[in-house]
C-alpha cells in the first residue's frame, strides 16, 4: 500500500492528515488491497496505522470498520497454513501490532471479537491476550 505513485498514497495522506475516513476513500484502499485478491502483512500493517490513525474517528464509517476487520481476518484466519486458527507466528504477529498500533477504538474491538468467534484456536502472544480480556 506504499506504492509511492500510485493513487492509494494520496488517499493514505489524506486520512493520515484528517484522522477521518469516509466510504469512498475505504473504497480506493479496498480497490488496492484486492487487486492481487491476497492481502499481506505489510497491507495489514498499513491498515492498523490507519486504524490507529482515526481514533474513535472509525465510529463515522461503518464501511471502514467492516472492510478493517474483513482484512485483518482474512490474513490471519483464513490463510492456507493455518485455515480456522491463529497460529503461534500469527498471533504473535497481530499482537506485536496491537502492541504497537492499539488505539482500542469500536474496529479494534470487532476485530478481536470477531476472531474469537471465527477461530477454534489462538496461539502466541495473542492467545494470551485474548483470555486475559
Partial sequence: MS???????????EIFDSSFINAEQVKHLKDFVLQDWVIDQ????????VNHALGQNDENCPEW???FVNSISRLIIFDMNSP???DAEEGDWLASMLDKYSIGNDSEKQLLTEI???????QGKLGD????N
Avoid at 116 to 122: E, I
Avoid at 129 to 132: E, L
Fill in 129 to 132: 491476550r485474548i483470555q486475559t
Fill in 42 to 49: 505489510t497491507e495489514a500493517e498499513q491498515l492498523l496505522k
Fill in 3 to 13: 506504492a509511492d505513485n500510485h493513487p492509494v498514497r494520496n488517499v493514505l495522506k
Fill in 84 to 86: 480456522g486458527e491463529i
Fill in 116 to 122: 474469537q468467534k471465527l477461530v477454534s484456536s489462538v
Fill in 65 to 67: 470498520s467492516d472492510f
